[in-house]
């Protein structure tokens, strides 16, 4: 597939959202600060997708000083859709500023989830989520996907809605550099708990292979989602890097608004 075809297909992604986001019935819902979103603050996503038709606009920004002592910077907004009944949709564009590698700044991002078994007493609500990084942006070619596989679980008797989560993600680098993976692995095991009325304290360890050969990363992140208005959550998470590849911190400012 060449860069032309990407990019059409990422405008035919793009414009089939906008469709659906503005052309569909308006149904606003109010914000659900325990509903936990990818990297808003922490890498750790539940399984469970927004209700029917309800839409947000998110948005992060996002500082990580690299294991090599170089600085990124990340901004990435994005839109979501619950375009059917346990499913949804989301579309972004991450920019990357700073000296690290800014491989993927600017290349469009689109993603659907489907959740495939609500919780019982047994067994986790579980979900699987289909993403294609198109190569818009900069040092990027190649059609980038991930699958990833979503499981969370409440803990019984308890009065703070406390959950634990796994993500397992598989990624796969359609045109790999000399020295870059062609395949690499995320995955993350997290827990979050209402430790307020309007407040959510959600925290995870991350395993990943990073792009560049031979290179993992293993960070512990710590996170607080905060309704501030029916419509509006605000986050903010802090993560330490463990071992010597990995980030040695990084601090993630977060916003959801429903409209």
Same mark, same amino acid.
């Given at each position: 597939?060449?860069?032309?075809?990407?990019?059409?297909?990422?405008?035919?992604?793009?414009?089939? %959202?906008?469709?659906?986001?503005?052309?569909?019935?308006?149904?606003?819902?109010? /914000?659900?600060?325990?509903? !936990?979103?990818?990297?808003?603050?922490?890498?750790?996503?539940? $399984?469970?997708?927004?209700?029917?038709?309800?839409? +947000?606009?998110?948005? !992060?920004?996002?500082? +990580?000083?690299?294991?090599?002592?170089? *600085?990124?910077?990340?901004? +990435?907004?994005? #839109?979501?859709?619950?375009?059917?009944?346990?499913?949804? $949709? &989301?579309?972004?564009?991450?920019?990357? !500023?700073?000296?690290? *590698?800014?491989?993927?700044?600017?290349?469009?991002?689109?993603?659907?989830?489907?959740?495939?078994?609500?919780?019982?007493?047994?067994?986790?609500?579980?979900?699987?989520?289909?993403?294609?990084?198109?190569?818009?942006?900069?040092?990027?070619?190649? !059609?980038?996907?991930?699958?990833?596989?979503?499981?969370?679980?409440?803990?019984?008797?308890?009065?703070?809605?406390?959950?634990?989560? #796994?993500?397992?993600?598989? #990624?796969?680098?359609?045109?790999?550099?000399? *020295?870059?993976?062609?395949?690499?692995?995320?995955?993350?095991?997290?827990?979050?708990?209402?430790?307020? &009325?309007?407040? #959510?304290?959600?925290?995870?360890?991350?395993?990943?292979?990073?792009?560049?050969?031979? $290179?993992?990363?293993?960070?512990?992140?710590?996170g607080i989602r905060q309704i501030i208005n029916p419509l509006t959550v605000l986050?903010?998470?802090?993560? $330490?890097?463990? /071992?010597?590849?990995?980030?040695? %911190?990084?601090?993630?400012?977060?916003?959801?608004?429903?409209?």
């Amino acid at each position: 597939m060449t860069q032309q075809q990407l990019r059409r297909l990422g405008s035919v992604l793009l414009y089939g %959202m906008l469709w659906h986001l503005f052309l569909t019935p308006r149904i606003v819902l109010a /914000a659900d600060h325990t509903n !936990l979103e990818e990297n808003i603050p922490t890498q750790m996503e539940d $399984a469970y997708p927004l209700p029917y038709l309800n839409r +947000e606009f998110q948005s !992060l920004f996002r500082y +990580e000083q690299t294991g090599e002592e170089e *600085d990124r910077f990340r901004l +990435e907004p994005r #839109v979501e859709f619950g375009f059917a009944r346990n499913w949804q $949709a &989301r579309i972004g564009a991450p920019f990357l !500023l700073g000296d690290a *590698d800014k491989t993927g700044s600017r290349d469009l991002i689109a993603e659907a989830m489907y959740n495939f078994n609500q919780e019982s007493s047994l067994l986790p609500a579980m979900a699987l989520a289909g993403r294609i990084d198109v190569p818009t942006g900069v040092s990027s070619t190649g !059609l980038d996907t991930h699958v990833r596989f979503l499981a969370t679980k409440t803990l019984p008797y308890t009065s703070l809605f406390q959950r634990v989560h #796994v993500n397992v993600s598989w #990624v796969r680098n359609s045109d790999p550099m000399n *020295d870059e993976r062609q395949n690499r692995y995320v995955a993350i095991v997290g827990y979050s708990a209402l430790v307020a &009325r309007a407040t #959510v304290f959600v925290a995870d360890y991350v395993r990943e292979q990073q792009r560049r050969k031979g $290179a993992d990363s293993n960070i512990i992140e710590l996170g607080i989602r905060q309704i501030i208005n029916p419509l509006t959550v605000l986050s903010l998470g802090v993560g $330490a890097g463990i /071992a010597e590849e990995s980030p040695t %911190m990084r601090v993630t400012l977060g916003i959801q608004y429903s409209f």
